[in-house]
């Protein structure tokens, strides 16, 4: 990753204003952050953002230039006015006299939840000496503390406060390069970077056999065209709407996807030959088998991002005893629509917002889709009550699904109940009287009933029992290469896609 001063002369000419308003090109800044935004070989600007501005500004008929500096003077020009913009700029606080940031973009490190006019999505990983990858694994900052784990920061990156405030040896570099050679010469234990940036910067200086990463992200956030509130440029405010909602178009037709898949070929590790498999009951509409192909919500979403992330894969549906089995024996590398339990712990990663977004019953950020049940019932029983304490009074018999996890509010051990291995079987089982209520995911059961041309037999009760989040979680057991580092891969994916409302409907 190289840093230094060059003045790249304008890319483009054009105009958004009138021509006696646009007396001088819309200057960009940035620091030289491989794959994003940096100097090819020719001297010229090149990277994944790079190519967006330009296909945005060109859009907007806007003559622009990109110059590239070390971060601190990007960052003075930006707060002085003698730039426009600054790329790749996360919102703090104390930024916000300089830059102009939109409500979505500051309530991120509150609700978590990813602005849709984002530029990139860094996630920050611990890059590790090769050595010693072995030895050192990170699951919290508490456990980096107990280890007295030595960290090699950056100086002038802003990092989140948890990090910041941990109580473990801290140096400060000045570049990422001298981050990774404090490694290689065993000054820190540890390098917080980005991923892809890391996988860049270990590729262009060769260093990709004697450091790696460690799988678990150390923190997320979304990187955005800072515009400069200083700066003179007419009608500054005006472009920046335009170019977030020219950028929120590009997320969700996949341009972005298409230009950032092709520089990441060049830097990703190596992937496994084999394909990966993932495992799923027949959910309709979110997964099933019909004509012998894999259709479905879901079915869409993996595919998009398997093939963003170019690896090899394919889905099976089993009935849901046969596709858990298949995980618990390492058969299945990862299972679509699986909620979080503790019990499966042993078998599936979780990360840790899924963790504990189920103990908080709230939504983790990299849920797959969000579930609400409620009770079935026949048409002619419209006096059945979705009150569980009377259920259990009157004896009334439940269906539950065999190896199904309902919620910690659903009390499925004290009811009355017969087991069912399929959702088509529980509908039959209401239909022939086996059974007076059986609780299904509304959609999934509403799907389910017009496929068995059942939908004018059996109906839900209004009441919605519980709403839970259901992931894709992927296996401990797989003997699948690098799998933990994919999944944390995929749900960075999976992010991306919902923030930019990308996901199949």
């Known amino acids: 990753m190289r840093r230094c001063l060059f003045l790249i002369m304008p890319l483009l000419l054009g105009t958004l204003l009138n021509a006696d308003e646009a007396t001088r090109p819309f200057t ?7 794959p994003y935004e940096y100097l090819n070989d020719a001297g ?41 913009a600054v790329l790749s ?4 606080k104390e930024r916000e006299p300089y830059i102009y940031f939109t409500d979505e973009q500051r309530s991120f490190w509150k609700t978590g939840e990813i602005p849709p006019d984002f530029l990139w999505l860094t996630e920050y990983v611990f890059f590790i000496n090769r050595r010693l990858a072995d030895s050192i694994r ?23 406060n948890a990090l910041l405030d941990a109580d473990f040896p801290k140096t400060i570099k000045n570049t990422p390069l001298e981050a990774i050679h404090a490694l290689l010469e065993g000054e820190a ?38 515009f400069s509130r200083h700066s003179d440029y007419p ?17 969700k037709s996949g341009a972005i996807e298409d230009i950032t898949a092709r520089y990441l070929d060049a830097i990703r590790p190596p992937r496994p030959d084999r394909k990966l498999l993932f495992v799923a009951e027949d959910w309709r509409p979110f997964e099933y088998e019909e004509d012998g192909k894999m259709r479905g919500i879901n079915v869409q979403t993996v595919s998009r991002i398997m093939t963003s992330l170019r690896i090899p894969y394919e889905i099976r549906s089993y009935p849901w005893p046969r596709a858990w089995m298949m995980a618990e024996q390492g058969h299945a590398d990862a299972v679509l629509s ?26 983790p950020n990299d849920y797959l889709w969000i579930s609400r049940y409620s009770f079935f019932v026949k048409n002619n029983h419209p006096d059945f009550s979705s009150d569980y304490d009377t259920i259990i009074e009157r004896g009334l018999r439940v269906g539950l699904n065999q190896g199904y996890s309902y919620a910690k509010t659903f009390p499925a051990e004290a009811f009355t109940s017969r087991r069912y291995f399929e959702t088509e079987a529980g509908f039959m089982g209401r239909l022939t009287d086996e059974i007076d209520l059986y609780p299904m995911d509304l959609t999934v059961g509403a799907y389910t009933l ?32 690098g799998l933990e580092s994919i999944m944390y891969e995929f749900y960075h994916q999976l992010r991306q896609l919902r923030a930019s409302d990308a996901l199949p409907k």
């Open 28 to 34: 960009i800044v940035a620091e030289t952050l491989s």
């Open 44 to 84: 010229q600007p090149a990277g994944i953002n790079v190519e967006v501005i330009d296909k945005i500004f060109t859009k907007l008929d806007i003559p622009y230039e990109i110059r590239f500096y070390p971060w601190s003077r990007a960052w003075l020009m930006t707060t002085k006015g003698a730039a426009d």
């Open 89 to 92: 700029i996360s919102h703090q």
């Open 138 to 160: 990170f699951d919290s900052y508490e456990q980096l503390e107990e280890q007295n784990t030595r960290i090699a920061l950056i100086n002038q990156y802003s990092y989140d």
């Open 189 to 226: 234990d540890l390098t917080p970077l980005d991923r892809t940036a890391g996988w860049a910067l270990l590729k262009d200086h060769q260093l990709d056999d004697r450091i790696t990463w460690l799988p678990k992200p150390a923190l997320m956030k979304p990187y955005l065209v800072g």
């Open 235 to 251: 009608d500054i405010e005006d472009i920046m709407q335009q170019f977030h909602k020219e950028l929120r178009e590009m997320r």
């Open 338 to 363: 699986v909620s979080y339990h503790p019990d499966r712990e042993d078998t599936l990663y979780y990360t840790n917002g899924q963790r504990q977004a189920a103990q908080q019953d709230t939504l």
């Open 450 to 481: 017009k496929s068995m041309g059942l939908e004018q037999s059996i109906k839900p009760l209004p009441d919605v029992l519980f709403s839970k989040a259901y992931l894709a979680p992927f296996v401990r057991t797989s003997d699948y290469p």
